[in-house]
T-cell receptor
């Protein structure tokens, strides 16, 4: 069964600094992977997705993620964080299923 | 552009009462999903409809829970004899496209508190 691990529960970065959020998946088949963001009072918003092809995928709000099969990872990155990026970030796996399997999330705090 | 809407946004109820939540998906979307999110956790899958047919149910969906999508449009999720452990955010999502590869769009959720 799918399993997604987000090892960092909480990350704090300074505004303007770079960001990397870690995600490891466990399912062996060709993965369908997503990153969603959840801000207080707002619904889950899709940042980006990977189904196949180029292993570096671009998303909205300046985010990108890189799929690395050898490391079973799908880490999310942003070169320069803005205060509005403070939110909860979920790595999600849909490999071989209709529904989404969410990680436990990483809460991002941005300090001025 | 109307996204996925959910009603009510918040619900407070007493233990043992029944509650019903409504989800209106994006109009052309044929698939509808319900998820539950407890504090500090990611959402967990409850059930899934394709048009009016309920095709999949999670083990989390006890017999106190029932979901319907009678005309393949809006959906309702009912919880009977609520328990304090039912307190959570209930999320609805909808999608269109090939199952298993499509993007799911989420509503704002209904936050349930059972006293």
């Amino acid at each position: 069964a799918q399993s997604v691990t987000q090892p960092d529960i909480h990350i704090t970065v300074s505004e303007g600094a770079s960001l990397e959020l870690r995600c490891n998946y466990s399912y062996g088949a060709t993965p369908y992977l997503f990153w969603y963001v959840q801000s207080p009072g707002q619904g889950l918003q899709l940042l980006l997705k990977y189904f196949s092809g180029d292993t570096l995928v671009q998303g909205i709000k300046g985010f990108e993620a890189e799929f690395k099969r050898s490391q079973s990872s799908f880490n999310l990155r942003k070169p320069s964080v803005h205060w509005s990026d403070a939110a909860e970030y979920f790595c999600v796996d849909q490999t071989g299923a209709n529904n989404l399997f969410f990680g436990t999330g990483t809460r991002l705090t941005v300090i001025p | 552009d109307t996204g996925v809407s959910q009603d009510p946004r918040h619900k407070i109820t007493k233990r043992g009462q029944n509650v019903t939540f409504r989800c209106d998906p994006i109009s052309e979307h044929n698939r509808l999903y319900w998820y539950r999110q407890t504090l500090g956790q990611g959402p967990e899958f409850l059930t899934y409809f394709q048009n009016e047919a309920q095709l999949e149910k999670s083990r989390l969906l006890s017999d106190r829970f029932s979901a319907e999508r009678p005309k393949g449009s809006f959906s309702t999720l009912e919880i009977q004899r609520t328990e304090q452990g039912d307190s959570a955010m209930y999320l609805c999502a909808s999608s269109l496209g090939k199952a298993g590869t499509e993007t799911q769009y989420f509503g704002p959720g209904t936050r349930l508190l059972v006293l």
